[in-house]
T-cell receptor
């Protein structure tokens, strides 16, 4: 399973766009890229998933370059409630095994 | 309605005791999981069950034993608790494990275990 590397922490201000990049150099052909969000004292929650190019939903966008060795989670106009830990995961669905890294702690300030 | 629920939410106990954590999901999912999150926020999978059958068993001490009475429940029993077992334990479920994409996993609120 591919290992992921992401910044340990990031700070932002309300209303700004936040981009969190994840490196996954050893991603396999059948691996998908998934991001989860975890608020304090809660379990992780699925945000977005993609395989290549760009995916957008009501919460975020996910940009994946052609070589798929990295991905960027984009949160538009963050608010204080977006303060959380964001995890990037890479793997296939064959085993259901999710490998979580340390995640990126995003702190949104007023 | 809570999709994935765990009880208890907090558990404080002494070393050497035996304790259980219960998990239930009402999503109709076929697969359930147990994860352990340590103080550094690393989240590691421990077990996975699909339709009451064990499919993932990571390197976890034998003191940890999952039990799935039916596909909506996956309980975690821990024998002879040790200080290092202190962590937050999350239960999760997904529709299935196979498929062309990673199935979304739905997590419970966690059980905070403190071993004294």
């Amino acid at each position: 399973l591919a290992k992921t590397t992401q910044p340990i922490s990031m700070d932002s201000y309300e209303g700004q766009e936040v981009n969190i990049t994840c490196s996954h150099n050893n991603i396999a052909t059948n691996d998908y890229i998934t991001w989860y969000q975890q608020f304090p004292s809660q379990g992780p929650r699925f945000i977005i998933q993609g395989y290549k190019t760009k995916v957008t939903n009501e919460v975020a966008s996910l940009f994946i370059p052609a070589d798929r060795k990295s991905s960027t989670l984009s949160l538009p106009r963050v608010s204080l409630s977006d303060t959380a830990v964001y995890y990037c995961l890479v793997g296939s669905g064959n085993t259901g095994k999710l490998i979580f890294g340390q995640g990126t702690t995003l702190q949104v300030k007023p | 309605d809570t999709a994935v629920s765990q009880t208890p939410k907090y558990l404080v106990t002494q070393m050497g005791n035996d304790k259980s954590i219960k998990c239930e999901q009402n999503l109709g999912h076929d697969t359930m999981y147990w994860y352990k999150q340590d103080s550094k926020k690393f989240l590691k999978i421990m077990f996975s069950y699909n339709n009451k059958e064990l499919i993932i068993n990571e390197t976890v001490p034998n003191r940890f034993s999952p039990k799935s009475p039916d596909k909506a429940h996956l309980n975690l029993h821990i024998n002879s608790l040790e200080l290092g077992d202190s962590a937050v334990y999350f239960c999760a479920s997904s529709h299935a494990t196979s498929g062309g994409s990673q199935e979304t996993q739905y997590f419970g609120p966690g059980t905070r275990l403190l071993v004294l």
